[in-house]
């Protein structure tokens, strides 16, 4: 899981247990998905909190759209590439705000800022896709197809793909995943909670040297880009699904 999508999980876990009252802390800089920000200057995270609260903000959900269809699990290391991941922002009287991450640099050896940008507003729609059982089932195919594909072309990554479908077999939190602080203590649900570890382990998409770097010939490229992109795909929903568990919660 790149930081960028972990730090969004990190918002909506955090913003929902906010709205519900909870006292979530500092997030900027303190939580592992801030690690590499200067500042994150649409506010801060606490004020973006707190205004949400004076809205009378019902809760956040968490959407990601695909851009490329086929190419973005193979341009993902790219600037910009992957698709877009859309913060929801719940308001009373069926009403929706939609914010989206962008980043600035100051200069050029600056590290990165993130700014955050309301860019529209519409009625509130009901969410297809936030099954956790559903899409939690569709990672798991996605990972058994692509885990067969590896070991029959010995590409060197089966073992990654096996722990991932170990973690969701097992139903137990993986402990060792680098971003464990995606959400308050007790916000997330078990099923969230493994959904996201095992997402973390099975991400194999990035620049150079990751799994979207691989070259077959035939008939194998054709299956090598179908598992990919049935993996890329499941893993963003699923993603999206746990994250959006912080929300459904909250009644």
Not at 120 to 128: G, L, V, Y
Not at 132 to 161: D, K, M, P
Not at 183 to 188: D, E, R, T
Not at 196 to 203: G, I, P, S, V, Y
């Amino acid at each position: 899981m790149t930081e960028k999508i972990a730090r969004i999980v990190a918002l909506t876990c955090y913003g929902n247990a906010f709205l519900q009252g909870t006292d979530v802390g500092e997030l900027f800089p303190k939580n592992l998905t801030c690690m590499f920000y200067d500042h994150v200057p649409f506010m801060s995270v606490e004020k973006w909190f707190r205004f949400l609260k004076t809205s009378n903000a019902i809760g956040i959900r968490l959407s990601w759209a695909p851009r490329n269809a086929l190419l973005d699990c193979l341009t993902v290391g790219l600037f910009g590439s992957g698709g877009p991941w859309t913060l929801e922002v719940l308001l009373p009287k069926n009403r929706s705000e939609f914010w989206i991450a962008r980043h600035v640099a100051k200069n050029w050896c600056a590290r990165d800022n993130l700014a955050y940008c309301r860019i529209s507003k519409r009625a509130t729609k009901k969410s297809k896709l936030d099954d956790l059982q559903i899409n939690e089932a569709r990672l798991r195919q996605a990972l058994r197809e692509i885990y067969s594909f590896s070991t029959r072309c010995c590409c060197g990554w089966s073992q990654v793909f096996e722990d991932a479908l170990d973690i969701l077999d097992s139903g137990k939190n993986n402990l060792n995943v680098y971003y464990a602080d995606l959400a308050p203590a007790g916000q997330l649900s078990d099923r969230a909670r493994t959904l996201l570890d095992a997402c973390q382990r099975a991400w194999v998409f990035g620049g150079m040297g990751s799994w979207n770097d691989l070259l077959f010939d035939g008939d194998d490229e054709i299956e090598y880009r179908r598992v990919s992109d049935q993996l890329f795909h499941a893993l963003h929903h699923a993603i999206a699904a746990a994250a959006n568990d912080s929300y459904y919660r909250l009644g």
